[in-house]
């Protein structure tokens, strides 16, 4: 609506804007992700470029195909393709053959983007429905892991594959047998450095720390969802071992071991799949801890990052719509009755 005697414009909010395009923001987000990529080439060797290399290649050509026969614009240079092909990547194990890492990007594009409408409309985080299909269609592929470059007590651990703490742990209870040296395979240092059995980009919490204070530093982010994803799974598990030391591992084994870092800042905290608001992030970021060790301790899989944040992914509507800010004037039923 426009007033031309007072010469100023009344238009529909937002009425500010923070100036970043959606291309600067995944650009942002890729370069916050470089850190996990050096660390993953560091332990996993050439996997990792061979992996990122046929995710990213499959999610680009697969948008533009897609976007071509739908008629509609060419969305490829906004970089968000990019992303989820990195993403994805991190989220594969290492040796997993390159076919099915082309199956897990074409779901993520195709079904879990596109189909939707493409970029601003999808309802699940596209590199984790991939990597969901292939959890469910390749379990024994996707749960085998390579051994990292540098494994304290080389000698006592196969020297192909072998488990994640997390796996180790729940295979050795799930059989009766307490995992006595688990301690000393898996030590804490070597879990925060990410010399360490996992996906490609998970291991390193340094690296997915450094990437997650970039995004933090240029705004891309709130820190709402992370610390209360993190902070839930700290709590949660601290509870458990201390319940139950012998069955249950310590906080820091939690947050440390599996995708949790990688989950919380670049998983958790994607703009369209999540909460606008603070408070709804807050919830988000709760809920995606609370499933997580919920799976962990009583579920089949040992991990549970990926399906608890594609859980409330679903639930994001529902917090969003009970969570926004009632409008200036707002007046309760009991007062409009």
Not at 37 to 58: K, M, N, P, Q
Not at 207 to 234: E, K, Q
């Amino acid at each position: 609506m426009t007033d031309s005697s007072a010469g100023w414009i009344v238009s529909p909010s937002p009425h500010t804007h923070s100036g970043d395009s959606v291309s600067r923001i995944m650009i942002t987000v890729i370069v916050a992700l470089v850190p996990s990529l050096v660390a993953g080439v560091i332990v996993f060797g050439w996997d990792t470029i061979r992996l990122t290399t046929i995710c990213v290649a499959t999610c680009v050509v697969a948008e533009y195909i897609v976007r071509t026969m739908m008629r509609r614009d060419i969305g490829i240079t906004d970089w968000s393709a990019v992303v989820t092909g990195i993403l994805l990547a991190l989220n594969l194990p290492p040796t997993l053959p390159g076919w099915m890492a082309i199956v897990g990007s074409l779901s993520a594009i195709v079904v879990a983007k596109q189909l939707y409408g493409g970029i601003g409309y999808n309802l699940f985080n596209p590199a984790l429905v991939g990597r969901c299909v292939l959890l469910i269609s390749f379990p024994v592929a996707m749960t085998t892991w390579a051994v990292p470059a540098f494994v304290p007590n080389a000698s006592a651990v196969d020297a192909t594959t072998m488990a994640t703490p997390l796996g180790a742990w729940k295979t050795a209870w799930a059989s009766g047998n307490a995992p006595a040296s688990f301690f000393e395979t898996y030590p804490i240092r070597s879990l925060i450095l990410g010399n360490r059995p996992g996906c490609v980009g998970e291991t390193s919490v340094v690296a997915l720390l450094l990437g997650g204070l970039i995004l933090l530093w240029r705004r891309c982010i709130s820190w709402h969802t992370p610390v209360l994803f993190i902070g839930t799974v700290a709590v949660f598990a601290g509870v458990l071992h201390q319940a139950d030391p012998a069955r249950n591992l310590p906080a820091a084994y939690h947050v440390f071991s599996g995708g949790i870092f990688l989950g919380a800042f670049f998983m958790a905290t994607d703009m369209v799949t999540t909460p606008v608001t603070r408070s709804g992030m807050l919830i988000f970021g709760a809920g995606c801890g609370l499933i997580t060790m919920i799976i962990r301790k009583w579920g089949g899989y040992p991990e549970g990052v990926s399906f608890s944040i594609l859980i409330m992914n679903a639930l994001t509507p529902l917090i969003n719509r009970f969570t926004r800010p009632r409008t200036f004037g707002h007046k309760g039923r009991e007062m409009e009755k």
